[in-house]
């Protein structure tokens, strides 16, 4: 019998199945009261009360892009750039403002007589006005246009901020998720592989009782289940972990427990070099698409500097009442207006333009040394992102063929021990292989698709459209 449940246990292995949803339950004589799914409590709940709810990958990535305070933030930068841009187009209108005065002089009148002097009386005036101002600006010395100019893009860099934020909360989202499932997954293997073990006990265990086995074989094998339940308390606390960063990652202060819910798909990737990749890159990089933005507007700040040593014009114009006295203010007596053109032509300015724009040339130089630091920086990391999808994609297919080798191969030790053909050590080595073997493919599994999350950032692939629509 004992014979016919190892076995058993050893052929229905299925950690390596496309589905990895697992439970987060340990192995555990005699768990705690479980609690219903979604059942929401604080520090002092016992992780194994919590009955997982079940979460997909398109629920973790909304839920975080829904809390998410840095992309909030972006969004409303975006907004702020708007309404400054807003404010550069006012100054091209005319702007109209209304005057009221009222006012009253005392000058003294003076007199000479011989060579005596003195004041006598006052002369006294009243002045009462009633009018509106007009000034349209006609030209700026390409100030206004620059200006415009220089908002609009600040406007497309708040934007490609935004994308760029909400890139990095999607890729941290994916990896959150891939961790938690890694996770999952680790917990499996090792409730399994402590399964095996206790098996193998079991039948040491009878066998040193009959003399069939040393009493030394006996205690490897303790030993072995010991280290064995050891390292699953030591996977199950990683899933706790995991669960509290993605718990973490959507703004929930409470406790619960969550299940990564999906299926495991590993496509091959397609031929794609670094230079294709690269050129698709720098068209949709929002790191890329913001140094030349950033590039743009050194020329936008340079013309609005300048504007000042530039001749300026503007259309002025004024209108209204003027009258000595209050109560005769308003009439076709009082009434005055005129309308001119003011220009002002800068004639020197202590030669401080030639300074600007020798540090306007510096600044762009700036600027174009940035955009190239990024371009360089984003072929460095497409080219280290594509070895190693490449590298990983060998290390699965090698890691699959491990695993069924190794699975294989403790069959055969575990039917040849209990015929007395096979030592123990055989079986005790062939499972250690097989377990290190499906965490090697349970790692390699997820390290692969986190390089792919990668490589899809770094080329400015939209992952919110690649991962959830």
């Not at 499906?438 to 692969?448: C, E, P």
């Given at each position: 019998m004992q014979k016919h449940n190892l076995a058993r246990t050893i052929l229905t292995l299925g950690i390596f199945t496309t589905s990895i949803f697992v439970g987060s339950r340990a192995f555990c004589n005699t768990p705690p009261p479980v609690l219903p799914p979604g059942t929401q409590c604080d520090a002092s709940c016992d992780d194994e009360q919590l009955q997982p709810t079940k979460l997909t990958l398109t629920e973790a990535v909304k839920k975080a892009l829904d809390y998410s305070q840095s992309v909030k933030s972006a969004a409303s930068s975006i907004k702020s750039a708007i309404e400054d841009t807003n404010k550069a187009r006012a100054l091209i209108f005319?702007?109209?403002?209304?005057?009221?005065?009222?006012?009253?002089?005392?000058?003294?009148?003076?007199?000479?007589?011989?060579?005596?002097?003195?004041?006598?009386?006052?002369?006294?005036?009243?002045?009462?006005?009633?009018?509106?101002?007009?000034?349209q600006p006609l030209y700026a010395g390409g100030g206004l246009t620059a200006g415009i100019s220089f908002y609009k893009t600040a406007e497309d860099i708040?934007?490609?901020?935004?994308?760029?934020?909400?890139?990095?909360?999607?890729?941290?989202?994916?990896?959150?998720?891939?961790?938690?499932?890694?996770?999952?997954?680790?917990?499996?293997?090792?409730?399994?592989?402590?399964?095996?073990?206790?098996?193998?006990l079991d039948i040491t265990t009878r066998y040193a009782r009959i003399g069939r086995a040393r009493?030394?074989?006996?205690?490897?094998?303790?030993?072995?289940?010991?280290?064995?339940?050891?390292?699953?308390?030591?996977?199950?606390?990683?899933?706790?972990?995991?669960?509290?960063?993605?718990?973490?990652?959507?703004?929930?202060?409470?406790?619960?427990?969550?299940?990564?819910?999906?299926?495991m798909v590993i496509h091959p990737l397609d031929k794609l070099t670094v230079d294709q990749a690269f050129e698709e890159a720098s068209?949709?990089?929002?790191?890329?698409?913001?140094?030349?933005?950033?590039?743009?507007?050194?020329?936008?700040?340079?013309?609005?500097?300048?504007?000042?040593?530039?001749?300026?014009?503007?259309?002025?114009?004024?209108?209204?009442?003027?009258?000595?006295?209050?109560?005769?203010?308003?009439?076709?007596?009082?009434?005055?207006?005129?309308?001119?053109?003011?220009?002002?032509?800068?004639?020197?300015?202590?030669?401080?333009?030639?300074?600007?724009?020798?540090?306007?040339?510096?600044?762009?130089?700036?600027?174009?040394?940035?955009?190239?630091?990024?371009?360089?920086?984003?072929?460095?990391?497409?080219?280290?992102?594509?070895?190693?999808?490449?590298?990983?994609?060998?290390?699965?297919?090698?890691?699959?063929?491990?695993?069924?080798?190794?699975k294989v191969a403790l069959k055969m030790a575990t039917e040849g021990y209990q015929q007395g053909i096979a030592a123990s050590t055989d079986v005790s080595n062939m499972q250690t292989t097989y377990y290190t073997a499906?965490?090697?493919?349970?790692?390699?599994?997820?390290?692969?698709l986190e390089n792919l999350v990668s490589l899809r950032q770094y080329m400015g692939i939209d992952l919110e459209k690649a991962y959830v629509h």
């Open positions: 005319p702007t109209i403002s209304g005057q009221a005065l009222g006012s009253t002089k005392q000058n003294p009148a003076s007199f000479t007589s011989g060579n005596a002097s003195g004041q006598v009386g006052s002369l006294i005036g009243d002045t009462y006005a009633l009018d509106l101002n007009l000034s708040a934007r490609q901020t935004y994308y760029n934020t909400k890139q990095t909360v999607l890729q941290t989202a994916l990896n959150t998720f891939y961790s938690l499932a890694n996770a999952q997954q680790s917990v499996q293997a090792a409730q399994q592989n402590v399964q095996i073990l206790k098996e193998y009493q030394m074989d006996k205690l490897q094998a303790q030993a072995n289940y010991s280290l064995g339940l050891s390292d699953l308390e030591n996977t199950r606390n990683s899933l706790v972990q995991a669960q509290a960063n993605l718990r973490l990652l959507f703004g929930d202060t409470y406790k619960y427990a969550v299940d990564a819910d999906f299926d068209k949709t990089n929002p790191t890329i698409l913001s140094a030349k933005l950033t590039l743009e507007q050194v020329d936008y700040s340079r013309d609005m500097d300048l504007a000042t040593d530039m001749p300026n014009a503007a259309l002025t114009g004024q209108a209204g009442y003027e009258s000595p006295s209050l109560d005769q203010l308003v009439g076709s007596q009082s009434t005055f207006g005129t309308i001119g053109v003011t220009l002002n032509v800068p004639l020197f300015s202590g030669l401080s333009s030639f300074a600007k724009r020798r540090q306007w040339g510096e600044k762009k130089y700036e600027a174009e040394k940035a955009l190239q630091l990024a371009k360089d920086t984003l072929r460095n990391n497409i080219e280290d992102s594509l070895v190693a999808l490449r590298s990983g994609r060998r290390q699965l297919i090698l890691s699959e063929k491990s695993v069924k080798d190794a499906a965490k090697g493919l349970i790692s390699a599994q997820f390290t692969y």
